[in-house]
């Protein structure tokens, strides 16, 4: 009976821990990440695209979305192997465009929608999502613009 109480106390650990991981907490991400993307905007969780995207966003860094925003070369190849190494697998993460934004992943599309709420922007997470900068996304969390409806 022991062995079985044993058995189920350790089940019901693991099952909470893959809830808060399923909540959607993808921080703390590395200070060096943090201080060169987030210096800018909010570092992305590196689990929301594919290696190709991270490596299309960390090579066009020269015009990044109208701006240069380089980086020395050991500081890109230490945020591309960030990306890569923690990057998504399916293809929903993939980047659909060729300057691969994460907004146009399928799967951003499918949560978010095409139309981002009225004055405000895609790329600034916090909007709706708190604690983004942290690389905390849970959905319990929200806090929508008024009268925003997903379009597709």
């Not at 399923?22 to 689990?47: D, K, R």
């Not at 290696?51 to 230490?78: C, M, R, Y």
């Not at 691969?100 to 399928?106: C, G, I, M, Y």
Request: charged share 15%.
């Amino acid at each position: 009976m022991k062995f079985v109480s044993a058995l189920f106390t350790s089940a019901l650990v693991c099952a909470a821990s893959t809830a808060v991981a399923g909540g959607h907490n993808y921080g703390p991400y590395p200070a060096y990440y943090n201080e060169e993307c987030g210096s800018c905007h909010v570092p992305y969780p590196a689990q929301l695209m594919t290696q190709v995207g991270w490596e299309t966003q960390i090579n066009g860094l020269k015009n990044h979305f109208g701006t240069d925003a380089s980086v020395d070369v050991p500081a890109s190849q230490t945020i591309l192997s960030y990306l890569v190494n923690n990057a998504a697998w399916k293809s929903k993460y993939a980047p659909t465009d060729p300057a691969a934004r994460v907004s146009k992943t399928n799967w951003f599309v499918k949560e978010h929608g095409t139309m981002p709420p009225k004055d405000k922007g895609f790329s600034n997470c916090t909007q709706c999502h708190a604690q983004a900068a942290q690389g905390e996304y849970n959905e319990h969390k929200l806090t929508l613009p008024t009268g925003w409806r997903r379009v597709h």
